[in-house]
């Protein structure tokens, strides 16, 4: 990024903390929750700007240290004290094909995040509520190389600023029933952390393959789901508002005019630990049945193919898919719940990510991914860690008979191979530099191109 970029970025980046600052000193005189401990970089990478759910917390963070801003002059600790929590971030990530894929570019791209979480416990008096609000502002661009995924995941959805989140959730019964309800990205399903730089391996893997109707951070959907839990096992079941209109790039609350349809969403999750060490696990099963409905990828409405024809395409009134997924920790000591940063794990952990879209309306058929984090690898490093995966995405086999009839002679996609090892660097609490490597075998899935090979680093930075 240019100097004029950066300085232009950190204005916006001022301008958005003082706003937030005038919420907060506002809301200074009721109290409110005992929020969990302050994210670290690795946490604020981990997320994709998905704050981790709410952990009680027995004394205020170290803004100190914890954060590039400090405590300000102690107003920080006292607004979280009275109950109003404010966050802001940075993360940006370089990227460049030094071979293969194309022409050689290196592109940055970024974004600023801020935040307030506020209690209800002290802030109105009814325990076990935390009421969310994100503002999200992503800038940049792409690497510029025809890939079926993003080398920069942070990149999705192109320049824009959102109200990423504006939602309320309410723990019940000693936190074992949680509904939540508002405007929020479905990363509350499928939940992944987002360590690796390709979008292959980072977040929900739904919004990677039907992402025209799933909707990942920073686009938010009206939502409202209910969690329970039973032991070792919790069930979730919710409901999400189709809406293209969610996806147009002015900066809005959102209404439901426009709406296509409802998303429904069911998961069944497991938390084991194994062993007399207690080693953690985290499975997760899950589907979505949508009735906005979309356009076959092959059929027209006369049955046959629409690239012979000419014919529109044949409309299906509903999409589907499943997913399944698990993290387990081979090795080491810590502990692991859903929704929270996998990196409070030590040791070394294996992780694998499954999901299938609807082959009638989806042009990205499936996508498998495995890979190891690695936390703490040295005694004098506890907070970096590293991470390597193997990652899929294959194009759909219907979408790619399609391809042929409207270019003939030209050889379909059919399915991309990515490769990514990355080290995460804490140089500071409060900022951290993870330089990476990707090597992308049949770019954008077409068989007959060379593998490319991308470099580049992630930044995070706590405000």
Sequence with gaps: MKARAIARALSRVRGAGALLAMLAAAL?????????????????????????????????????????????????????????????????ELASNVEGGGPTSATEAGQFAFGATIDSAKRFGWPGGTFQVSIA????????????????????????????????????????????????????????????????????????????????????????????????????AGVYVTNPTDLDKAFAPGWFSGAKGVMGRAEVGWSPKFGPSHLRGRYQLGAWYDTGGGDDVLLGVDGKPFALTGEQPLYRSRRYGYYLQGVQQITGTGAADPGADWTTIRGLSIFFNFIQGDRDTSTLDNQVAVGLFYAAPF???????????????????????????????????????????????????????????????????????????????????NF
């Design 28 to 92: 200074t005189p009721a109290a409110a929750l005992a929020q969990g401990a302050r994210t670290s970089p690795a946490t604020l990478q981990g997320q994709q700007g998905q704050p981790a759910l709410p952990a009680p917390a027995p004394s205020a963070p170290d803004f100190a240290s914890d954060t590039l801003t400090g405590d300000w002059g102690g107003l920080r600790t006292r607004l979280w004290e009275a109950g109003v929590d404010l966050t802001a971030g940075y993360k940006g």
């Design 137 to 236: 502002y992503r800038q940049g661009a792409p690497l510029g190389v025809d890939f079926l995924q993003e080398p920069q995941e942070v990149y999705g959805r192109g320049d824009i600023i959102r109200l990423t989140e504006l939602w309320y959730e309410q723990k019940l019964d000693d936190d074992k029933v949680t509904f939540k309800i508002g405007r929020m990205p479905q990363g509350d399903f499928d939940s992944f952390p987002c360590y690796f730089m390709n979008l292959t391996f980072c977040g929900a893997a739904g919004g990677n393959i039907v992402g025209d109707y799933w909707f990942n951070w920073p686009i938010a959907q009206w939502a409202g789901w209910t969690r329970v839990e039973l032991g070792a096992f919790d069930l979730m």
């Design 379 to 461: 005694a004098s490093r506890p907070m970096d860690h590293i991470g390597i995966a193997f990652g899929r995405t294959d194009y759909n086999y219907r979408a790619a008979e399609s391809f042929a009839l409207e270019r003939p002679g030209i050889q379909p996609p059919r399915a991309e191979y990515v490769s990514e090892l990355y080290y995460n660097y804490v140089l500071f609490h409060w900022i951290a530099i993870q330089p990476d490597v990707q090597y992308v075998i049949d770019p954008g899935g077409y068989p007959a191109r060379k593998p490319a090979v991308v470099v580049g680093a992630k930044t995070a930075i």
